[in-house]
């Protein structure tokens, strides 16, 4: 009887932390989608498809400290930067971490590395990013977003 019991008991504990497992592989698949789908609109040109991926309250701290609340003052804010630099700005990503804080709210990290010329000099270089996706109606959107530039800090005395 206790060699069922613990066989049971072992079973159980197995299939559920598989099933765990998957959901985290799962939503990991989802939030890479997620970034690879909001830098393909950006790459594509497709400014439309990009900000359909943002809520109408969205907000964003963008690299220069700067806070933008709401999607049209994401767009105006974008608009003017695009206006400054000398040809359309690459990036590259990569998702680093996510935690659901709920099962329709999710805290994502990425880094990424920004090519922006102005002027003929060159500006942007690797970032740490964050962002809040909220899932409304089964489509994960973007209710925050922030990029940091990862400055090299002098060395110790």
Aim: glycine share 8%.
């Amino acid at each position: 009887m206790k060699s069922l019991f613990l066989s049971l008991f072992t079973l159980i504990t197995i299939t559920s932390f598989g099933q765990r497992n998957n959901v985290g592989t799962d939503n990991e698949a989802t939030f890479k989608n997620l970034l690879k789908e909001v830098y393909d609109a950006y790459e594509s040109g497709d400014d439309e498809a990009m900000w359909a991926f943002y809520t109408e309250e969205a907000s964003e701290i963008s690299p220069d400290g700067s806070l933008a609340q709401g999607k049209a003052a994401l767009k105006a804010g974008w608009s003017e930067f695009m206006k400054m630099v000398d040809s359309k700005p690459t990036f590259t990503y990569e998702l680093t971490s996510w935690r659901l804080l709920d099962p329709n709210i999710a805290l994502l990290t990425w880094n990424s590395t920004a090519n922006i010329m102005v002027q003929g000099q060159q500006f942007g270089g690797p970032s740490s990013c964050m962002g809040i996706a909220h899932k409304i109606k089964g489509k994960w959107m973007i209710e925050f977003d922030s990029m940091t530039p990862i400055m090299q800090m002098p060395e110790g005395n």
